[in-house]
Each structure stands twice: as structure tokens, then as C-alpha cells.
């Protein structure tokens, strides 16, 4: 069960061992999609239509888009920014699920609303994604210019991108895109966990049945979550993502067209005028996917590291008993 449930007292985790499963489960996740998020990004970093009739753009369609990649940059570019992107994921997961625990935790012992409630399950998972958005957004923004930039590379490597930002941009540049990253994270974060908590107890298995599929069902619930999820929210992610390249044109002169924006407010209207409604959009498809595989993958992995340790918390429990006993 994500979130803290009164019925599994006895082998509750602290936010602590909820830290470690959320790391882990970040980890795992992170390495089988990263494809999917780099294909995302360079859609969203286009200003030119994606259309497969006009072509006008350096990436018209998914496949197109994998093919040209492979072919130019070669199979490793599907993995750029692999490294901070794990190190965000590892953090942001620890950060989120602990938070997430731990508020389910106090809203159960200081409220009189049940903890394992929909309602209850969004605005924890909102809160705690935000906790974990502002500790993990130097990272995010890292990721972000790994995967957008091309050959020849303007990063060499972690340390020179943080060493060459820092003294070129500043400090607040590791913090770009922050506030549409805010706006969007609470509801999205929190939708997320309403519709996992929603789906999950949908398909809960009747009362004493044996349930043998719960981890499948994690991963079914988790995906549908996620895609809901993304597609309200989405546009708030391509704002994040256009202004997290600010001051990174050089790299991006050869995927196309560029633009500054000046902020939320300003990359939303330049948006609409050059690129229409269909333009907040761009990159929905793998975004979609990645979401799903992502989302799904998370809440899988995460529940099968708390049921891994509650498992040896419990053993090591009923072994102590057993071995206080055998001494009486």
C-alpha cells in the first residue's frame, strides 16, 4: 500500500526505509525510460510544427524522430543526461515518497480524515512532488540540457556543465523554469496518486480471495494514473522545458529555430502566437508513453521494495520471538 495505512502497523517503515524504496524504485524506472524522456524533450524544445505532411521541422513523427537520433548522434544519445537524470530520479524519489509517507502518516493521527482516502492521497502527493521539486531542480535542470543539446557538445560532462553555468549564468540558472514546474507538479503529482489510489481500490481483489496479481496491478494502475495525469498537465511541462534551455542557444542553432522568453508569462504567449494552441502540445505522444512506463513503473517498483522490506522487517521480528521463547 503507498502511504500510511493504520492496518499494517506491525510491520509499518519509517519515512526513512520509505526514502530507500522510493530511490530505488526512481533508479530502475529512470534506466528503462530514458529514451522515451529524451524523444520528449527534443519534440517540446522544437518551435517549428509537428507535422509529417509539411515536414517543417528538424522531427516530425516518433519513429522519425528515434531513426534521425540513431543515425546522427548514435544508440548512447537515447541515454544523455543519464547521469544527472539518475541522480534526479534517486533524490527526487526519496524526497517525494518520504514526504508522501510521512504526511498520510500525520494527517491520520492529527485529523479525523482517513489517511487511505483519494482525496487525502492527492493533496499529500501534491505537497510532497513540490517538496521534491525545489530540493531536485538543479538536477532536472542538468537533465534537461544534456538531453536538448546535440554534436558538437557544448557539456563535456557533469562537472563542466555546473563549473560553465555557474560562472556564465549564475546561480538562479539552475533554477529556470521553476515556477511552471511548481504550478504543474501539485496537481499533476497529486492526481497521480488520487487515480493510483482510485484504480487501485477498483480492482482490489474481493475480501479473503488470494491475491496473486498485486504487483501486475500496480504497474496497470500506476500507467493509467500517469497518462491521465500527463495529459492534463502537460502544457506546464513544455513551459518548464522551453525556458530551462534560456541562454542555451549555441546548442540548439542546428535542431532549428531558437527564442529567449522572458518568462512563464512570455513563453506561454509567444506559444500561442507562433505555434497555436497544438503547439503546448508538442511531444505529447512520447510523453504519453514515457508517462505511462514511468508512472507505472514507479509505483511497481516502490511497492515491491516496501513489501521486500516489510517482508525481512517481519522475519526479523517473528525470529526474535521465536528465539525469546526458545530462551523461556
Known sequence: MVGYDPGVQAVALSPEEAAV????AGMVTRALISPFDVLKIRFQLQIERVSSQKREGKYWGLFQAARCIHSEEGLAAFWKGHIPAQLLSICYGAVQFATFEFLTEAVHKSTAYDSRAAGVHFLCGGLAACSATVVCQPLDTLRTRFAAQGEPKVY????????????TEGTLTFFRGLSPTLVAVFPYAGLQ???YNVFKNLLA???KAADSRGNLRSLVCGSGAGMISKTITYPFDLFKKRLQVGGFDAAR?????VRCYRGLLDCMLQIAKEEGVRGFYKGLSPSLVKAALSTGFTFFWYEFFLDTMRNMKARRRLNGLTKDSGER
Open 156 to 167: 563535456n560532462n557533469l562537472r563542466h556543465a555546473i563549473s560553465l553555468m555557474w560562472r
Open 193 to 195: 496518486f488520487f487515480f
Open 21 to 24: 524504496a522510493g530511490s530505488a
Open 205 to 207: 481483489p474481493p475480501p
Open 253 to 257: 542553432v542546428h535542431f532549428g529555430q
